[in-house]
């Protein structure tokens, strides 16, 4: 099993709405990923899971609160959002070996829209 | 810092011929290089990926990557193309995190459009 599962794959929320993304792998890997990817742009990262912990936030605004449950489990609770936070936010997983040479799976995505 | 760059944000080919995507690295150290395709409303399919062990590289539906060290070039080449390459395809350097994990920064992205 090679996929990582991302739900739902459309979300439309309001302003003042909470919702969670959700991300799901079942190949063992211990580093999980969020990235963001706005519209006609390339994917930019936004934290990463190592070992169920965060290792790194790239200064991402608080309203955006990762959690990771367990080692196949990635969340992205989203709070007070602001229209330009809608885009397409992809979940990834990889090996960690300490190395840039494993790749990243990516899931299909959840698109968001923030009215 | 490690980036790459896409030349060219729309391709367009004929079915049949030859689909050819350039992308240049830049980098202090040998980078780790990857392609991957994005089709409409979909996450991101790996193509290929150059971890040095060899200079050219093939990958999945036909395409393969050629590193040029002296010309700091991962282009991606397909001899001929198909209705269903049809998609945005991205460049991206791996960079290992010091706490965990690899980070890729993408080009800007090449969409290719083929035409019948």
């Known amino acids: 099993d090679t996929e990582v599962t991302q739900t739902p794959k459309h979300l439309v929320m309001g302003m003042t709405n909470k919702k969670s993304l959700k991300c799901e792998q079942h190949?063992?890997?211990?580093?999980m990923y969020w990235y963001k990817q706005k519209a006609k742009k390339p994917p930019e990262l936004m934290f990463v899971?190592?070992?169920?912990?965060?290792?790194i936030n790239e200064s991402v605004p608080s309203r955006f609160s990762p959690e990771c449950p367990n080692s196949s489990l990635l969340n992205l609770h989203l709070h007070a959002l602001q229209p330009e936070d809608s885009a397409l936010y992809l979940c990834?997983?990889?090996?960690?070996?300490?190395?840039?040479?494993?790749?990243?799976?990516f899931g299909q995505g959840t698109r968001l829209t923030v009215v | 810092a490690q980036s790459v760059t896409q030349l060219g944000s729309h391709v367009s080919v004929s079915e049949g011929a030859l689909v050819l995507l350039r992308c240049n690295y830049s980098?202090?150290?040998?980078?780790?290089l990857f392609w991957y395709v994005q089709y409409p409303n979909q996450g991101l399919q790996l193509l290929l990926k150059y971890t040095s062990a060899a200079t050219l590289v093939k990958g999945i539906n036909g395409f393969e990557a050629e590193f040029k060290k002296s010309e700091t070039s991962f282009h991606l080449t397909k001899p001929s193309a198909h209705m269903s390459d049809a998609a945005e395809y991205f460049c991206a350097v791996s960079v290992p995190l010091k706490a965990a994990g690899n980070k890729l920064t993408f080009g800007g992205g090449t969409r290719v459009l083929v035409k019948p």
């Open positions: 990834a997983s990889s090996q960690d070996r300490g190395t840039g040479t494993t790749e990243a799976f």
């Open positions: 899971y190592s070992y169920e912990k965060l290792s």
């Open positions: 980098s202090s150290v040998p980078p780790y």
């Open positions: 190949m063992g890997h211990r580093a």
